[in-house]
C-alpha cells in the first residue's frame, strides 16, 4: 500500500522514520531515501545503524532550491534519478518490503526527477501487485495524484511553532 504525510505541519518525516523503525524491528528490509537533503540529519546517525536499513541519499549538500544554480539542479536531478534506479532494482528484486520517499514532493514538483521512474516505484506499492511492497511518500504540497494512489493519507498541520516566535530549528527536534 501507499502512505502519504503532507501538509505544513511538523512530523511528516518523523512518522515515516517510526515506520521504518517498527518494519526493521520485524527484520523486514527498508529502503530509506531522501531527496532534496544532503545535509547531517540526526535520523541518519541512527538508521544507518540499524540492521535491515539501506539509505540512499546525495551526499552533497546543495542548499535550499531558490539558491540553486541551473547546474545544481541538474546534477541533483541526476541523483534523484539515480536514488529511483537503485530503488527500483531492490524492489524489483524483492529484497525491499518497505520504501521511504522523504520529501519526494518537492523534486516532483520542481521537476527534478523523471516521473517514469517514479511512476514504475509507485506501481509496485499498489494493492493488488504481485510485491509486498510498503510505500511511504513525504513532503508538503503533494500533488493531487499522490493523495489520488494513496491508501493512507495523512495532512500534518500547524497549529502553532516556535519558528514563529524566531526559534531556529533545534539539532535533535527539527533535524
Known amino acids: 500500500m501507499i502512505h502519504l504525510y503532507t501538509g505544513n505541519g511538523k512530523g511528516k518525516t518523523t512518522a515515516a522514520i517510526g515506520l521504518c523503525v517498527r518494519a526493521a524491528g520485524w527484520n523486514q528490509q527498508v529502503c530509506f531515501a531522501q531527496f532534496m537533503k544532503g545535509n547531517d540529519t540526526g535520523e541518519l546517525h541512527i538508521l544507518e545503524n540499524l540492521p535491515g536499513i539501506t539509505i540512499f541519499r546525495s551526499e552533497k549538500n546543495f542548499g535550499f532550491y531558490h539558491s540553486m544554480s541551473e547546474l545544481d539542479k541538474e546534477e541533483l536531478a541526476e541523483i534523484h534519478n539515480r536514488v529511483l ?6 524492489v524489483e528484486s524483492g529484497n525491499c518490503r518497505l520504501v521511504i520517499l ?26 493488488g501487485t504481485d510485491k509486498e511492497t510498503e510505500i511511504v511518500l513525504t ?22 511553532h516556535p519558528y514563529e516566535k524566531g526559534i531556529a530549528a533545534r539539532k535533535g527536534i527539527e533535524f
Open 139 to 160: 513532503g508538503r504540497g503533494a500533488q493531487d495524484f499522490m493523495r489520488d494512489i494513496a491508501d493512507y493519507v495523512t495532512e500534518m498541520e500547524c497549529m502553532r
Open 85 to 90: 534506479d537503485r530503488i527500483l532494482k531492490f
Open 102 to 127: 522523504d520529501e519526494i514532493t518537492y523534486p516532483v514538483n520542481w521537476g527534478l526527477l523523471d516521473m517514469e521512474k517514479l511512476n514504475r516505484l509507485l506501481a509496485l506499492g499498489q494493492q
